[in-house]
Structure formats: C-alpha cells, structure tokens
C-alpha cells in the first residue's frame, strides 16, 4: 500500500527503491541531487561513482566523475544544460555538461584556503546562480562566507563572518537564489535560514528550525523552500523526538507548510537519517538525498551500521 | 591595571579572585549564583559545600547544604529572604531560608525522576521564576521539554510545552526568568532563542541571534533588560562564544562580554551557566567550568584551580 506523507498542498507517495542501480554498485551516501530540464536525475554521491543519472522512472542511464570528486557536497543545475557541483573534501566547484565535461572550475583541487581565513575555498558547500548568471558559493565548513563571482569564474566580493548576528554564519551549508535575486542561506548550525540581496545586504531570516542543512527552492518569484533538517546528536538530546531528521517546506516569508519525517532518526521509509540534498522536478516530485553514512553513528554510537542504508529516495506529490 | 570589558551602559571592570573561600574549600564549579536584598552572594556549587555565601566583598560568610545537593543547577530568589534551588541531578526543587538552608517548600520527589519526556515533573529541572502572585515556575529541563506553573504553597497548576522547534515547543528548558509585567522568558538553549510568554503559557515572540543561551537573569522590573550566559560547542569556531550578551527587553544586543575563543583568562568564559546582578548593577557570573572542560580542551588534564565565578563591577 502507498504510504503518504506530508500535509496540506505538499503531500507525497514515498516511491521506495525508486533508483535501480547497476549490479554492486552502491552510492554509499548521497551528498545532493539535481534534475535537468528533462526530469534526469543527477545523483551526486560518495561511493565510487560520484555522479550517476536515472530517468524519472529511476532507470539507470550513466555515471561520471569516478576518481575526480573526493567528497561529493552540493548540486546546483544551470540553465543552459550545465550542473555546478561543490566538492567540500576537494575544495572546489566545477560547472560540468550533464555528460561530465569541466567547463568551469573555480578552487585549487586538494588545496584549502587557510582555515576561516576568509578566502575561497575552505570545505565549500553549494552552488547558485543570479538573475545575470554571477555565481555564489557557500563557504562552509571552513570558513563563514558567500563568495559571489563574475559567470567566467572572477571573484567580485564576498561576505560574511562567524557568529550569530544578521550577516555571520555557523557553518554556511546551502545557498539557493530565486528570480527577483534574493539569496538564501542555510545557515546551519544557527538554526536559520538568512535572506540578502544579491550583494550581501542581510534582509531577514527564518527561524523555527533544527539545523538546516539541505536548501531547495524552484527559480521562480517568491518560491517556497525545501529544507532537509539535521536531526539532535548531541548526547543532551539525541534521544528528544520531533527535532529531525525531516524535511520542512515553508513559503516565502518561512511558514511552515507541510512536514514529514518520523519523530526519531531512522530507515523506515517515513523516516529520514540526514536530509542533505534535495531537488524538485517539473512535476512537483521531491528526491531527497541523505548523508547515512555519516549520520549513522551520530544516533547510534552504539550499533553498527548495516550494511545497506537508504540514502535517495523519491517523494511523488500527490495532486 | 583594571580590566573593562562590555559596551555602551554595559561596561564592567573585572574583579578578579573575588571569593575567599575558606583555605582547601572549592567550587568546583557554579552552576547559579543569586543576590539578596544586602548585596550577599550566594554561590549554588557542585562541590562539597553546595551553598556558599559571600558579602559583595568577597568575604565568605557561611555555607550550607552539604550533601543535600546532588547536583546544583538553578537558583532564584524569592521576595520574601528566601532561595529557590534547582537540582537537577536530584529532580527537586526547594525553596529555603537564606541563613541556614532550612527547607520551607520542596516540589518533585528527590532521587525519583518522572519517566523521560513524559511531561511529569520532573525529570532533570533546571530553574525556578516566580510569578507577581508568587506562583512558581520551574522549569524542566534535560529530560522533559515542559514549564510547570505551581500554586505558591506547592500545588501543581498548570504545564506548557513539548519536544521540537516550533514556537512553544522546547528544545532544552534550560532557564526561566519573570517580570513585574508577568511575562515569562524562557532560555531555549539547543533551539537557540529565548521564547517569551505570558503567564499561562501563550507563546508571545522569540529572540534570536543567539548561541546556545543557557543561563538567564532579568531584574525584576518592567521591561527588563535581559542578562544570557551563552555557551559555545568547541573551541575552534570564533565568536559563537561562551560570552555573555546583554539584551534589551526585545532582544536586542546592548553588550557582550567575551574572548573570540573559550579560555581560562580573566576576559573569557567556559561555561557561563548562572548569572545575577546586585543593587548597584555589578554582575556575577558562575561557570560549569569543569563539566565543560574536557569538551572544549580534549586530551587536556583539568587544570588546577579553574576558575568557576567572577565579579565584573558596573562602570557608571
């Protein structure tokens, strides 16, 4: 029987197994996801195949990037057929052809800037795109910025610092953009989603949320958000429920419309381990990618990971 | 030379060694400490002597307590020369006299946590406020995500709360404090805000923009500035604490106080969990500096001696 989840205009069939892999081959755990402008999707992960694509029927069609992504991060797609991948263990973001091809590149692969030194990269995070094409990346684990480049890759400015106040960041984990050139960011471990205009002037910010990791919003005017959550690891509230890991969509202004995700971490279907990355297609369907892999340990210290745990699933939107 | 530390209204000169305790005595470390109406001290430790009293000197004056407190957590106190005491090791809450600890009032079973997250008092509470009709508030805490409104004389009246991020829900009621107003701010410390709300528990607004608050002080006034003991996750992040910021009554920032980075100088915190201030403005502030320590400093033996309660005198 279908299992449905989710609440009022965004509910959703959970499409289990939806990705049929090539024969041993396993994504271990899945850093982000994008769709092209044919409903492909693109699963940009941590096993030995770092990019791997399935219709939306989740048949297999190809795979690329094998050796060349150490640590597979964030998944933005362009609009003339391209898709920007952050590497956060590499230290950089390479605009790619759908088949692979690096047409941009922007970081010295291997080569970290010094740590919260300011300049690009230090564990860069994700990806997007201004109305004029000019390229953000967040930055990340290892520094507090956004860094906004020229669409050929110049720098032209950068903002931000670590803290709490409207402008730092605590771990800048994904950036989205949408139409009218707002830029939001999911700063994660402040527990907020910060709103700026497309220089860095800070305009507001989301609350109400658990560590917000994942960020998808469509590219339209006032878009809703996707937002996977983190769920509590600390050993003061690992136990606690209804903190994550869920994914939360709310509107433009960040009003929570429709939630799911058990109370607790988890592999059942309705359950989520780390919500990482996600993406919507032209339908209205919702693939969600986790980090289970790493999550794993974190809620449970104790018990050894199995060894398959679900790291993609497909979420079909019931209209 | 004087140490001044803090911005606008809100500077302080740092008093350092200000307790005397008597010779072999330790804190250990101060999980709250409170003022009362002379300006006396009273430091709610996790050492051997749980209560220690101070006059604004730094004098040691007496102590009380030993072995009644497993583990001290929260202090407040009442209008009428009393103390209220959270334990939230021993799942209590007890109101006593301030010269010698005479229990007056006692709320939850000592030794007997109600079931996790069952909603029950108490499960590992952590403060107490009082309400202008002198109704008690506790909050609760580590393994419950509730506040309990109580009757002056003890009787249980009303709970708010549950588990989550949403507005009116907890994620570690770890601070409760009141105003002459009624309204009721309670530190959400892993959601990161201070929610406020009235008297029966309808959630009003929140304070973001902050890290972790944990501890909480607010004269008892109308429209109190607010004092947040703020504490950090490691010691690698710069300026997410442990500070201590001071807010207006709408939250926001007036001052703060703190190194860029966890530390044992005079100008840096560990664990800022209790703080208070005295008639003249001058702010106390205790430290869960031995819990705190090996999180923070990993591989590192605790030192000798680390400091668990400052004096900062208010710069007029």
């Not at chain 1, 402008?37 to 219709?55: E, I, L, S, T």
């Not at chain 1, 050993?235 to 607790?264: A, C």
């Not at chain 1, 988890?266 to 993406?279: C, M, V």
């Amino acid at each position: 029987m279908a299992i449905t989840v989710g609440d009022g205009d965004y509910k959703y069939r959970i499409i289990e197994d939806w990705a049929k892999l090539p024969d041993k081959w396993s994504f271990k755990e899945v850093g982000a996801v994008g769709v092209d402008a044919k409903d492909n999707v693109y699963v940009f992960n941590r096993g030995d195949h770092p990019v791997m694509v399935f219709d939306r029927e989740g048949n297999f069609l190809r795979s690329w990037g094998e050796g060349q992504f150490p640590r597979a991060h964030g998944v933005h797609m362009g609009p003339d057929d391209s898709i920007y991948l952050t590497d956060d263990g590499g230290h950089f973001m390479r605009k790619c052809s759908l088949e692979g091809k690096v047409l941009l590149e922007l970081g010295v692969p291997g080569k970290p800037a010094p740590y919260m030194s300011g300049e690009p990269f230090h564990r860069c995070t994700h990806t997007a795109l201004s109305p004029k094409g000019e390229i953000y990346v967040s930055d990340g684990y290892g520094n507090a910025k956004v860094h906004k480049y020229s669409p050929d890759g110049k720098l032209l400015m950068s903002w931000g610092e670590p803290g709490t106040n409207p402008g730092e960041f605590n771990i800048v984990h994904n950036i989205c953009t949408d139409a009218d050139g707002w830029v939001y960011v999911a700063d994660r471990e402040n527990h907020r989603i910060q709103v700026f205009d497309g220089n860095g002037k800070y305009e507001t910010q989301w609350n109400n949320l658990h560590r917000p990791c994942g960020l998808y919003m469509d590219y339209t005017r006032h878009p809703v958000a996707y937002i996977g959550e983190l769920g509590p690891v600390q050993p003061v509230n690992r136990n606690s429920p209804n903190l994550g890991p869920r994914v939360s969509i709310v509107d433009n202004q960040g009003k929570l419309l429709s939630r799911f995700g058990d109370m607790h971490a988890g592999t059942a279907p309705t359950s989520f381990l780390g919500p990482h990355g996600l993406t919507v297609d032209s339908r209205g369907d919702l693939y969600v990618g986790e980090v289970s892999w790493t999550q794993w340990p974190q809620f449970f210290p104790d018990t050894p990971r199995p060894a398959y745990i679900r790291s993609l699933q497909k979420y079909e939107r019931v209209h | 030379m004087a140490i001044i530390v803090g911005q606008g209204d809100y500077k302080y000169e740092i008093k350092e060694n200000w307790a005397k305790l008597p010779d072999g005595w330790s804190f250990k470390e101060v999980a709250a400490v409170g003022v009362d109406k002379n300006d006396n001290v009273y430091a709610f430790g996790r050492g051997e002597h749980p209560m220690m009293v101070f006059d604004r000197e730094g004098n040691f004056l007496r102590s009380w307590g030993e072995g009644q407190y497993p583990r001290a957590h929260g202090v407040h106190m009442g209008p009428d020369d009393s103390i209220y005491l959270t334990d939230d090791g021993g799942h209590f809450v007890r109101k006593c006299r301030l010269e010698d600890g005479r229990v007056l009032l006692e709320l939850g079973v000592p030794g007997t946590p109600a079931p996790y997250l069952s909603g029950e008092p108490f499960n590992r509470c952590t403060h107490t406020a009082l309400s202008p009709n002198g109704e008690i508030y506790v909050s609760d805490g580590y393994g419950n995500a509730k506040v309990h409104k109580y009757s002056p004389d003890g009787k249980l009246l009303m709970s708010w709360g549950e588990p989550g991020s949403d507005p009116g829900q907890f994620n570690l009621v770890h601070n409760i404090c009141t105003d002459a107003d009624g309204w009721v701010y309670v530190a959400d410390r892993e959601n990161h805000r201070v929610q406020v709300f009235d008297g029966n528990g309808k959630y009003e607004t929140q304070w973001n923009n902050l890290h972790r608050p944990c501890g909480l002080f607010m004269p008892y006034t109308h429209s109190p500035v607010c004092y947040i003991g703020e504490l950090s996750v490691n010691r690698l992040n710069a300026n997410l604490g442990p500070r201590v910021s001071i807010v207006d009554n709408q939250g926001k920032l007036l001052s703060r106080i703190g190194d860029p980075f966890a530390g044992t100088a005079p100008t840096s915190f560990i664990g800022p969990h209790g703080l208070t201030v005295d008639s003249r403005g001058d702010l106390y502030v205790g430290e869960v500096c031995w819990t705190l320590w090996p999180g923070l400093f990993p591989g590192q033996p605790h030192p000798p001696g680390l400091r668990a309660l400052q004096k900062y005198e208010r710069v007029h």
